[in-house]
Structure formats: C-alpha cells, structure tokens
C-alpha cells in the first residue's frame, strides 16, 4: 500500500465514528420495498463531512475508487437504419422478427476514461448479445437484466450490466423495412426454396450448423402466428439496452440502479428528478469501499416520487478474509443442485472445457462467476467467457481449457462436442455432461453433506428429489473411476435412491459433528433409567474429543438407548459411536423419536435485506470450499522446491525447473484421493500457486490470495500441531462465524455515506416516449460546483 493509499484510508476511518454515531441515533420508517418517502430523506453528511468526502475523492485514485466508468445506451440507429447481422450467420431463412440486426452504441458517457478505453463494438455485442431483435405485443417484452465480463489486453477483467428492454417503433421507415422483408420471406417459403433447404438439413443431421433448431417448429400455426408482423394490426417494438462498465462486480447495486433508473423514466409529468441526476451520481459521486470498509449509496427508486433506496456496499478485508463476491451462490446450488456443483467443480479444477448452456444470460453468468469464485485460492488462468457472443462461436474449436456459456437459443449451442476433455451443463434441464474417466473429488460424500447442512441452516430452497442426471460415456464399463468407489463414483446419478440415502446420512451427520455435542444440563440427574434433559452447544475441534466419554457417562445414566430398556416417548434418543469424530450411525432411529417442531412462516425478506443474507450465505459457503483445500494442501509448503538463484535467472527459466515435489506430495496421501491430486498437480492453476509461493521470497508484497491461504494452514497446523503431514479423517469448517463477524461489522458500522442523486439541469423535460439521449454536458466530466464546494 503506497502512502497516498494510507491517507486516504486513514480519511476514511475518521468519518467512521461520526457516521457510525449518526447511523444509531437516526432511524427512518420504510416501505416494504426498503424504501422512504421523500419528504423523510435528510441530508447523511453535514457540509463539513462533504467537504471531506469531496477531498478522499481527490485523493483516491479514481481508477480504483468509482463505481461505474461508463453508462452506455445501444439499440437501433434511425439514421443507418436496419443492417444484418453478419456474425450471426446465415439466417435468411428465418422470420424477419427471428433474425438479428446490427446494433450500435447509441451513447455513452463520458466519452473517454483514460484507464479503461471505450471498446464500442465489444461492449454493444455484450449488451445485446442477441443482437438487435424485433417484437410485437405478442412476445413477451418485459425488461431482462444480465451481467457479462471482459478481459482487457492487460489481463484485467472488466464488467457489465445490462438491462435490455422494447420500446415501441413509430418510424414508418423502419415499419415498412420490416412489412417488405417479411413479404420477401413469405414469396420464397411459397416457392419452395426454404423447403429444399430443410430437406438438405435432415441430410446432414441434426446438429447442423446451417439451421437453428428453432426452425423445425416455424411451420406450427402458434410459432408462426407469434412470427408475422401485420403492419395494420400490430405495434412494431425494438430493443434497446442500457448499461454500466465497471471495474468491481457489485452485481446487486447495478441491477438496482438500471431496473428503477429505467422505472423512474418519466412518461407523463410528475415528481422526480431527471434521468443525467441518476447517472451523473453514479458516475462520479459514489465511491468504491476501500478493503475492510464500507459505504452507504442511494439508488434510483422504484417510482419517480418515491426517496432514493440506501444500499450498503462493503469490500472485505484480503489479509484476512476472501475476496469480493456479489453474485449469489445460493442461485447455484437452486439451479444445479449440491453434487453438480461438486462434479462441475472437479472439471473446472482439472482444467477441462465446460461448456455452459442456458435461455437466461444471467444464470450462465452467475454460474460461471460462482463456479471459479470457489476455487479459490486458485485463479482460473484460461479463457473465461461465460456470455459467448455470436461472433465469437469459432472459440469453441480452440483446443484449449475454457469456461464458456452459450444461449440455447443460438445454434452453436446445440451442437454438443463429442472431446474427451469437454464438460457440457445444461443449466435450465439440471444436466451434466462429463468428461471421461473423470476421478472423485477427495471426501466427496461427506464434502457434499457439510455443504448441504450449511444451506439448511439458510433454509436454501432447491430441489432435493430430482436432482441432476448425469451422463458419462464411460459409465458403462462399470466400476468405480479413480479408486474412489462405487458410492463416490462421478459416474453415479443423482437420482439414485442409494446415492440420496447416502448424501442425506452423511448431512446429517455433519449436521450433529459441527452444530452439536450433547451434555448434561443440571447436576441432579436420576441414576435409575430417566429421561437425560440436554442440550445443544457449538461445536469445536477440541470439544469432539470428549464425544466417547460423553457417550459412556450417559449410557451409565441410561440415558441413551442400548442394550437396556428404551426411553420414553418424545425424548430423544442417540446413539454415539466410540470414535473420535461421534459419528451418529442410527440416524432414522432418531428422526423417528425427535419431537417434529412447528413451521412458522419467516417474514418475506426485502430485495435489499435479500442482498445482505446473499452476502452471508456467500461467506459460509465459500469457507467450506476453503477449508477442504486448506486441508488438502495444508503441508504443500513442505513440497515446494525453492531456488538457490537469483530471481531474474529463476524468471528465465522457471518453464524448464521443477518447482514442487509431486511424487513425494503424492505419496503421503491416501490412495484413493491419488487421482484427483495426481491430475490437479499438473494443471496451471497449481503451478500459479507454486510460483507464487516461491516469488514470495523475493516480494516485500506476495500475493493476496496466497497470503490468506497461507494463514488459513497456520491455523490448522495450529489446531493439530506443526508435525501435521496427512489428514485422513474428514475435519468440517470451524472458522466460518470468525469471518462472518467482519461483514457484520462493515454492515452495522458504515465508513461512510453518499449523498443522495439531486437534481443537476435547470430545465428537465416533462415526460419521454422511448429512454432518449442524455445532456453530455453535464455527463462528459464531473462538475466543480458538486466536487469542489
């Protein structure tokens, strides 16, 4: 950290108290939407505390310290008019509502950001990923928001938001365009030539690239009826997209503000501020948390009337905590199920191409950011494209690994590859394709329980019944793959009743293991057989130890069911094991004794109070991950190969050296988690890792991420002694509460506080009929009289 960054970070901690102390003593009344009626907002800073934050905006560099750095209008150009879309092939053979058109950036502003160049065709292709499309009111025209990502030439990743909607054509121009080209379609569907062309396509097969799949239903009279523009009867609409180009994924923040900024358009005349106050307050008045810190933003509301709605973004601390998250991980596990993710993990982790298919751009975009956030402390170094545009379909022949994500709406998306090494997750059938002779992840079953007890405790809604099916063409050879027998098999369906059976014994039994040890409440207990009153406390490494004698001194007190008697109706009953974990193994006998508790409905969460419970849920989740790869490698430092040259020489040639210990790593772990480890060990991920670890020596700053693995290891060698070398026994997440107490913090005690939008025009408009182009005078650069009072 440079001195201008402790500066500004001091700065910030002195507005701390102040706004801490005005956050307890104010308090306002809200809608169930999160959100207060205007005439209740007051002012969150005083002038002397905006004139402060004012100078921490000066200081602060503003590549790292803006939330937005572009807000960016595509849609269709009135004065170029209707131009097909060549990247998206050849579809002449569709309805003129079916094929795509080129977009174009409309507007965006500012107009240059010197840390982030405007790449105008990228950032329209991402926008309108499905091109420039027509509808009428018979489709469904509702506005859908998504989120994309792109990598700079640098390496550094960029991010979008985008929210997509139709807005009604009155150019006769364009109507006419669209009335001739759909004539032009119907003359030839009647002469014959697109009933040639269908014919070759059965020919070549049913994954022909030449023709969408889509089009094998255009003869059916809904999809036809639905397809045809009559000029005289129906409204014509056009999409359009209005987006934000940002450097930190704070996800929820930005659909907030794209969803209400385009609710609070004004479409008769009425209260509310004008649409350049919302953007302009976006782009260069809200801040960026610095690490360990947060801020309080408003937002756009839901109604033009209405109060700005205040959101908390929060930045966690790297030292000690892992990084920035903002897209739920419970919508993963909703969308694919627990051993899904576990199987889409292993192919990730093993470098293989996944291939990601879905009709909702978001939930292939919240797969993919999820699925490599849990990697962690790996970094997916390989191409990364969760959103594939049209124009760039050629990657998917690339014989490299990637992540990629396609919509199934496109034709490149139902031709499924037959490589060895490819993944394919179809996310909306819950199906997974995957590659061959796949090896188990290590403790798999009883990693898949823990994660399940923990989106129990969230009451995570998903589904447990069906979950997905999974193909494998090397399932029929039977057997298990990798040594890890035949219950841990990637090859095992989901949908096995002993699979489930399994998963659900092995929950539960975490469930007891993390959450609970059963001890005596009071000192007067019956000696003669009573009923034994106990209850529950938190579990700790320590405390699991004492499990085998806390069993044997209740059996004593015949307290629990053995050989003696029962016990009486409605008390619980358990049966300890004598092992050293106090594994539960009659798991129905107590479900059937347990007192069933009454359900009582939770209050409905608001969208905002969602968010923040997303934030948690994120956090639990990713601990667990984190641990199991903090015991996997928790003596990998032992491992490593340090260099006796300097650095310059070892930069030269660490291609050609061998910089870790495989075989011996190898060796000192169990057999049957062999060939999992045997495979990552050879993938760059690892090999990142193990250059970072050895550049450490050399760095006044090692890397972030290896930093807090590395502290991670210390604790688990504190727990278990320095000597530790192999783990074989399954230890569960002990430190998930001590890293939620620092997102608790940040949410309870704000850093500081933006001011909310206010009005920047003299004259606003009354009402519009479409989102128009905004005032770049006061968009192109931020005003003085606002950033310097």
Known sequence: MTTRDNVVSSRLSKLMLNNATSSSTTSTATTHNGQTPASMVQSPTSPGEQSELNQLKRDADPQFSRFADYFVICGLDLDTGLEPDRF??????????????????????????????????????????????????????????????TTREDGKRCYGFSLVFYEEIRNRNICGAIHTLQSMFITELSNGQQTHSLSRVKQDGPVSRSLPRHFKVAGQAPQSAQSYYDINKDKLYVAKSISLICQAPYAFAAQIFLKNLYRCLPRQPGAGISLESYVYNILYEVMLPQPGKSIRVYLPPTEPHMAAIALILQRPLLATELPLLDFPLRLLFKYLGVECVIQLLTCVLLENQVLLRSTDYQRLMIVGECITSLLFPFVWPHVYAPILPAALHHFLDA???????????????????????????????????????????????????????????????????????????????????????????????????????????????????????????????????????????????????????????????????????????????????????????????????????????????????????????????????????????????????????????????????????????????????????????????????????????????????????????????????????????????????????????????????????????????????????????????????????
């Open 88 to 149: 998206a092939g050849d579809n002449l053979h569709c309805s003129p509502l079916d094929r795509a058109y080129k977009s174009k950036p409309l507007a965006h502003y500012p107009e240059h950001v010197a840390w982030n160049p405007f790449d105008a065709h990228g950032i329209c292709m991402l926008s309108l990923p499905q091109g420039l499309r027509f509808r009428t009111q018979k489709h469904n025209i509702e506005p859908r928001f998504h989120s994309f990502a």
């Open 399 to 789: 014989p490299v690994p990637f992540v990629m994500g396609l919509h199934a709406g496109c034709e490149a998306a139902h031709k499924i590859g037959s490589e060895a090494a490819l993944c394919f997750v179809d996310i909306d059938k819950k199906l997974i394709q995957l590659p061959e002779e796949m090896p188990v992840f290590p403790h798999k079953q009883d990693f898949m329980a823990e994660i399940s007890s923990v989106l129990d405790k969230f009451e995570i809604e998903r589904d447990r019944d069906q979950e997905p099916s999974l193909k494998n063409g090397y399932a029929g050879r039977g057997g298990s793959v990798g040594g890890g027998g035949g219950v841990d098999a990637m090859i095992s369906s989901c949908t096995l009743p002993t699979g489930l059976q399994a998963a659900r014994r092995s929950k539960e039994r975490f469930q007891q293991l993390q959450e609970t040890v059963y001890t005596l409440s009071g000192p007067g207990q019956s000696p003669g057989g009573g009923p034994v009153d106990y209850q529950p406390l938190t579990a700790h490494p320590s405390k699991i130890d004492h499990v085998p004698r806390i069993a044997d001194f209740l059996r004593r007190k015949g307290g629990i069911r053995g050989t003696q008697g029962g016990s009486p109706v409605g008390s619980p009953t358990v049966s300890l094991s004598s092992s050293p974990v106090g594994v539960y193994h009659d798991v129905d006998a107590v479900d059937a004794t347990m007192p069933v508790p009454r359900r009582t409905e939770k209050p409905k969460l608001s969208v905002v109070e969602q968010y923040y419970q997303d934030l948690r849920i994120n956090n639990s989740v990713r601990e667990v991950f984190l641990n199991r790869f903090v015991h996997m490698f928790h003596a990998y430092e032992y491992f490593v190969i340090y260099p006796n040259q300097a650095k310059d020489e070892w930069l030269s040639n660490r291609e050609t050296l061998q910089n870790f210990d495989k075989s011996s790593f190898l060796s000192d772990q169990p057999e049957h988690h062999r060939a999992f480890l045997s495979r990552f060990l050879e993938s760059q991920m690892f090999a990142t890792l193990i250059d970072n670890k050895i550049l450490s020596m050399w760095e006044s700053l090692p890397d972030e991420q290896l930093q807090l693995f590395d502290h991670r290891v210390k604790l688990l060698r504190r727990r278990h002694g320095e000597n530790m070398i192999c783990a074989t026994s399954y230890e569960p997440c002990v430190l998930s509460q001590d890293s939620q107490q620092g997102f608790e913090k940040r949410l309870n005690c704000i850093d500081i506080e933006v001011t909310p939008p206010s009005e920047i025009l003299s004259n606003r408009a009354a009402y519009f009929r479409s989102f128009p182009l905004l005032e770049k005078g006061v968009l192109n650069q931020e005003c003085a009289s606002r950033s310097h009072p």
